[in-house]
């Protein structure tokens, strides 16, 4: 398993990757991408327990759902550095005819894709069901879904939140990336949630916070204790405080990074801010 | 002109359950899924013997679409079950992204399709269903005309790889078709054979148009009828075969003649020989409250219908 300055290392080109990606279309999410790039570093390089042949029967091994289909750059570059695809597809990101489409599919086999996401709110049911599935097979693995603040304003997540704990399916560990942004504006201000911990809570959840959700120790302990509560008859909530377009200076505490890419000035500062460890794409 | 017995009118959907019921003891991957309406689905068996295997969800129809695409990853093969409004409109997008696009396992059972759910009206009642679905990209769309039919076409598709929507009825209708028949997906079935007109039907359309076929045989007219109980895939060379023999077609179906089986029978015609068509269907219409023979009597889905098109089409010739 590699150590947390080798983490840190990845989680810098990881944050490269996402910038090339998005500046050479154009197009693409980087703010959302850049705020949870700690967290799928840690999620695919320490956390989950994955099988090394990259088998997608999806039996004997942890999953991953992407919710909020949208910050697909950090999946991609995050798959591609884990070994799924070659490294250098990351450069046919949102092309014609590339595996890479805007929003994650199967539709073109791409390994690691489990399910298309992008219209938002699907995920939690999605990753309910092949938990629910695990329990049917008798596979002890864990099933782990990333989902937007905003997304929480989607009503099918509360339909799966309360059949979750409803139905005792404590194999799961379902995060909520906490930005406090959505397209429009910060959260409070297009759609106010209140005390998302306390909604979790009330539903039967057991919720564990990570309040420096751009720090790997602090992910890797928040997730390590979220671990430790599954199977105990309730799911399980993290609430990731991230920054948005964190790591890049005037990416960060704004939505105005949400769908945007930067220009080619914009993106030699981002790049000069995290300088090349793993050797560019 | 052939002819069938009804051997005991039955509804469609006790066909599911029965289906689902046989599955339950012969393929451990098959689950099963409900929205609250176990008794109206006839899941009550499936339940009953494999609890493990039955996840009842609630009144929340896009969580069991959405459930079921995860539960495909692992193996399972999911059947959902509500009617067939909530299964199509309601969760066209979970539909859309979770299992068509995503090229998911799910078995999307949908009863209470058509007008006759009868005295439930219009919010109930679904007419634009056959067309929702065979829009999406990969998903097969199967209406099964009876019992018999309905129970094989259940153990069928748990043997196809891919989504399919199965569409069925709450009304007790005529059971003809044999006990034992094996259902294949895609293929239509060719009941009568007739010279001057055809005759494609799905569903509970299928008795109508064989209802019809005798009355126009007593006018000394010859109509073929065949059963399209599979509307995607469609088996485009039975159609044209039998056009080619009759040289005019009537489609009828318990659904609106907007993106029905009608306009898929036009569109193969159209591009392979153009031929008449009539169309027995719903004319942009929502349904109401009634009795279901109440409704197919005032919106022309019966077999008086279809004679009235056989002859009107025959005159197009």
């Known amino acids: 398993m590699p150590n947390t300055q080798e983490l840190k290392d990845l989680t810098t080109q990881v944050r490269r990757d996402i910038l090339r990606m998005v500046h050479k279309v154009n197009s693409g999410h980087p703010g959302g991408s850049l705020g949870c790039a700690e967290f799928f570093v840690a999620l695919y390089q320490d956390i989950m327990d994955r099988k090394e042949d990259f088998e997608m029967d999806g039996i004997g091994e942890d999953l991953f759902f992407l919710s909020n289909g949208h910050i697909s750059p950090v999946y991609y570059s995050v798959l591609a550095r884990s070994g799924f695809f070659p490294v250098d597809e990351l450069n046919t990101f949102r092309l014609i005819n590339s595996r890479l489409q805007g929003h994650p599919t199967t539709h073109d086999h791409l390994p690691g894709v489990r399910i298309a996401s992008g219209s938002l709110g699907q995920g939690m049911s999605v990753a309910l069901g092949a938990a629910q599935t695990k329990k049917l097979n008798n596979d002890s693995h864990l099933v782990y879904s990333l989902h937007g603040d905003g997304e929480l304003q989607e009503g099918q997540n509360w339909e799966a939140i309360m059949y979750a704990a409803g139905n005792n399916v404590d194999n799961i560990i379902s995060t909520i990336d906490l930005n406090g942004q959505q397209i429009d504006g910060s959260t409070d201000d297009v759609l106010p949630m209140g005390n998302i911990k306390a909604k979790f809570e009330a539903f039967g959840w057991t919720v564990v916070e990570i309040n420096e959700g751009n720090n790997i120790e602090a992910i890797l302990k928040g997730m390590a204790e979220a671990k430790s509560k599954t199977g105990q008859g309730k799911p399980v909530c993290v609430l990731l405080k991230t920054v948005m377009g964190n790591g890049v200076d005037f990416m960060m505490h704004t939505h105005a990074w949400h769908g945007k890419a930067p220009n080619d000035d914009q993106l030699a500062e981002g790049l000069r801010q995290n300088p090349e460890t793993l050797g560019d794409y | ?317």
């Open chain 2, 1 to 317: 002109m052939k002819t069938y017995t009804n051997t005991g009118s039955k509804d469609t959907r006790s066909g599911f359950g029965a289906g689902l019921t046989e599955l339950g003891k012969t393929n451990e991957n098959v689950v099963a899924l409900c929205a609250d309406l176990i008794g109206s689905l006839k899941m009550d068996d499936f339940k009953a013997n494999h609890p493990e295997r039955f996840f009842q969800v609630g009144i929340a129809e896009a969580n069991m679409i959405s459930l079921a695409a995860g539960m495909t990853i692992g193996g399972k093969i999911p059947f959902t079950g509500t009617f067939a409004n909530f299964s199509t409109g309601r969760v066209y997008d979970q539909i859309r992204q979770s299992v068509a696009y995503s090229d998911k396992n799910v078995k999307i059972c949908a009863s209470h399709a058509g007008l006759t759910l009868g005295e439930d009206g219009a919010t109930h009642q679904i007419l634009e269903d056959i067309g929702l679905m065979k829009m999406l990209p990969g998903m097969t769309v199967i209406n099964p005309c009876d019992y018999n039919q309905t129970k094989a076409a259940t153990i069928a598709i748990a043997e196809h790889e891919g989504p399919v929507y199965l569409r069925f009825g709450r009304p007790k209708v005529a059971n003809f078709t044999p006990e034992d028949q094996k259902f294949e997906i895609g293929k239509a079935l060719h009941l009568v054979d007739g010279t001057d007109v055809t005759i494609v039907a799905t569903g509970h359309l299928v008795w109508e148009a064989l209802e019809a076929a005798k009355a126009l045989n007593e006018k000394g007219i010859s109509a073929e009828v065949i059963n399209i109980h599979t509307i995607k895939p469609l088996d485009d060379e039975a159609i044209i075969k039998s056009v080619t023999k009759t040289g005019c077609i009537v489609t009828a179906e318990e659904h609106n003649f907007l993106g029905g089986l009608g306009e898929s029978v036009a569109r193969v015609l159209a591009t392979n020989k153009p031929t008449p068509q009539e169309f027995v269907a719903t004319n942009d219409t929502f349904g109401e409250s009634g009795t279901p023979a109440q409704l197919m009597e005032k919106y022309g889905l019966n077999s008086h219908a279809i004679v009235k098109a056989a002859e009107a089409v025959i005159k197009r010739k």
